[in-house]
């Protein structure tokens, strides 16, 4: 499971890449937002696998640190990743307010308050790294996505008034999704989920299903048409952005630099937004 798990997964991700453009579903929506439009899947993919390639080889290697490996605790995080996204469909919570409380209840709250009664010898990495290799080294990864994604040809339009007619709603709701998704999520999905299946199943299988999970939580909200498009789509998508997200920890142990990334990924267009109302 250690040394092959990881390949399932990766197949699931490749079959999903190829299979959307290839049955005419190539122009998919970055977001849940109904103010965003669609665009080429390649053209959503190229600066997120830039930036993952990037942080494979800078540096060359890390050090190695010590790892929680309860596994009571990881089966308990894959049951609330698993959970979550059936009880947002079911419900048909959409963007409201109880999604928002769920979100943070089983990403933030259950968690933390099971680990005091599920023990682990081995403490979870620090929230904020001590070592300046940990600040300085995820900035080369970071860059080269970004640039690509928001400074070259690739880059989205960017939103104006027709997309998003109240900037007073467009503020709340960038606030929200900053605190619940940008913070929350990396919390749950890189600091503790991530951290518990590297440790239990190998560094790559636990990126891979780490992603997978991600990949899979946005299914409820985000896409429309059949079913199988709506789940390729996710897995396509947030699934692989979910890969370069899954490096970043795994390499620095920075959460503070997937958080930047995060919220780039929902909050550039906003910030765009705000500036040209300017």
């Not at 499971?1 to 990766?10: E, Q, S």
């Not at 079959?15 to 849940?32: Q, R």
């Not at 894959?78 to 999604?99: K, T």
């Not at 400074?151 to 027709?162: D, Q, R, S, Y």
Request: hydrophobic share 55%; proline share 7%; aromatic share 10%.
């Amino acid at each position: 499971m250690k040394r092959f798990g990881w390949l399932l997964v990766a197949a699931i991700f490749v079959v999903c890449v190829v299979i959307l453009p290839s049955t005419g579903h190539g122009v998919v929506s970055s977001s849940a937002d109904s103010g965003v439009g669609g665009r080429p899947l390649w053209m959503l993919l190229v600066p997120v696998l830039a930036g993952t390639a990037v942080a494979l080889v800078i540096p060359l290697r890390t050090p190695a640190v010590a790892e929680p490996r309860s596994v009571a605790r990881t089966w308990l995080l894959v049951g609330l990743a698993v959970l979550f996204p059936l009880l947002v469909g079911i419900g048909s919570l959409g963007d409201s307010i109880l999604y928002l409380a769920l979100k943070v209840l089983m990403f933030v709250v259950v968690p933390v308050v099971a680990f005091r009664f599920i023990r682990d010898d081995v403490r979870q990495p620090r929230i904020v790294p001590r070592t300046r290799w940990q600040w300085l080294a995820p900035v080369p990864a970071i860059a080269v996505w970004a640039s690509l994604a928001y400074a070259t040809p690739l880059a989205p339009a960017v939103p104006t008034l027709k997309d998003y007619p109240d900037p007073a709603y467009v503020a709340v709701a960038a606030v929200s999704t900053f605190l619940t998704a940008s913070v929350g999520e990396e919390i749950f999905y890189r600091y503790f989920l991530q951290t518990h299946l590297e440790a239990v199943a190998g560094r790559s299988t636990g990126i891979a299903v780490a992603a997978l999970l991600f990949a899979l939580m946005h299914v409820p909200t985000h896409g429309s048409g059949p079913a199988w498009v709506i789940v390729a789509t996710a897995v396509a998508l947030q699934g692989v952005t979910g890969v370069f997200l899954g490096v970043l920890w795994s390499r620095y142990r920075n959460l503070w630099a997937n958080i930047v990334v995060h919220a780039m990924l929902n909050g550039v267009g906003v910030v765009l937004y705000f500036v040209s109302l300017g």
